[in-house]
């Protein structure tokens, strides 16, 4: 959501039409190890700063293998995205056949590289992959257990309160509502709303996604697609 540096030096007219707010959320294990350098060096060749939700904890994507034996449309899914090659194959048994490597926990000084190039650096998970699978059917200690968890871990790295939580799969219910109201943030971004609103349980704002995501719309077409939805026309043609 940062694109202050942008702004500052806009000499238009700002609205809605002119401001992208980029939110990048890091899922994996591998995406944190190879996707972020990666992606720290696009953003600054292009001098664009982005919102990074980090998933602090255990990467268990692994378990998505139960789901292919549970559900023949999730499958449908892996293919058509290409799931399996943007993931890797052992990204696809951590947490069954192979250990669940912690996350953003296991770079340290990758969260401070963001962070120095003034990027945001916010809270997505503690454990996304169980968080997606089994949220509604969690007890409430459960849900309050992996926030004090990711919470703690996000204090150690960034070394200071988080402002945001956008959550994994933007599932959310009401018992996490008011477990958010318990911490400092400062807007939630938990939904797929096409516009800003309050949250009436928390109080808190929400800034919703409201674009598709890369994952949704494949890399190849995802920028014009993006483009198209807002409505605006690139600023350079090359
Ligand atoms: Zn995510």
């Known amino acids: 959501m940062l694109s202050w ?18 939110k990048i959320d890091v899922d994996t294990y591998l995406g944190m190890k190879q996707g972020v350098p990666r992606l720290l060096s696009i953003l600054s060749r292009f001098d664009i700063q982005a919102t990074f939700y980090l998933s602090m904890g255990p990467d ?6 139960l789901q292919l034996i549970k559900n023949p449309r999730f499958l449908k899914k892996m293919l058509r995205t290409n799931a399996g090659r943007l993931y890797g194959m052992k990204t696809a048994l951590y947490g069954t056949l192979l250990p669940s490597p912690m996350i953003a926990l296991s770079f340290p000084e990758l969260v401070e590289q963001i962070i ?27 849900i309050e257990d992996w926030f004090e968890k990711g919470i703690k871990a996000y204090r150690r790295l ?12 933007w599932l959310i219910d009401d018992r996490v509502l008011e477990i958010a109201r318990k911490y400092p943030f ?14 009436e349980i928390s109080g808190l704002m929400e800034i919703p996604s ?9 890399v190849n077409r995802g920028v014009s697609k ?3 939805i807002m409505n605006v026309r690139p600023a350079c043609p090359c």
């Open 5 to 22: 540096k942008k702004m500052k030096n806009w000499s238009g007219p700002i609205n809605r039409k002119n401001i992208l707010g980029l």
């Open 60 to 65: 268990a994507s692994g378990r998505a293998i």
């Open 116 to 142: 120095s190039a003034g990027h945001e650096v916010e809270f997505h998970a503690w454990d996304h992959r169980r968080w997606q699978d089994e949220l509604y059917k969690r007890s409430l200690e459960w």
């Open 158 to 169: 960034v070394k200071k309160e988080p402002s945001s939580f956008g959550a994994p799969s």
């Open 186 to 199: 400062r807007y939630l971004s938990c939904t797929r709303a096409k516009e800003p609103f309050i949250h």
């Open 210 to 218: 409201n674009l598709p995501c890369f994952e949704e719309i494949g």
């Open 226 to 228: 993006i483009i198209q």
